[in-house]
């Protein structure tokens, strides 16, 4: 049972940019915490941003490895979830998903999972 669906993946060069999007139609966000999480071939799964629920703002915290690259967003009268990636890397090549749950860095915190949407940084 698909709750969140992740769109804006695709390929790009080294120093491009792309924005990933996390929508659901059956999950309200407002009152979750979101998070962005990736996965790569042979890897586990890691953490990169988080984004709290309440305000207009959001507390933020993100991975060292995405830190000053990387912007997580929402709004909450959308329903919607955001990813700005800039100045991506061929290491940022990965599965990337969206998940809602409590503010933390460990997937096992959140509780709702997109199916994930690839992201590839060519060199």
């Known amino acids: 049972q698909v709750l969140l669906v992740e769109s804006g993946g695709g390929l790009v060069q080294a120093g491009g940019s792309l924005r990933l999007s996390c929508a659901s139609t059956?999950?309200?966000?407002?009152?979750?915490?979101m998070g962005w999480f990736r996965q790569a071939p042979g890897k586990e799964r890691e953490f990169v941003a988080a984004?709290?629920?309440?305000?207009?703002?959001?507390?933020?915290n993100y991975a060292d490895s995405v830190k000053g690259r990387f912007t997580i967003s929402r709004d909450n009268a959308k329903n919607t979830l955001y990813l700005q990636m800039n100045g991506l890397k061929p290491e940022d090549t990965a599965v990337y998903y969206c998940?809602?749950?409590?503010?933390?860095?460990?997937?096992?915190?959140?509780?709702?999972w997109g199916q994930g949407t690839q992201v590839t940084v060519s060199s």
């Open positions: 998940a809602a749950g409590a503010y933390g860095v460990a997937p096992s915190e959140y509780y709702y």
């Open positions: 059956r999950l309200t966000f407002n009152g979750y915490a």
């Open positions: 984004i709290t629920w309440s305000g207009s703002a959001g507390k933020t």
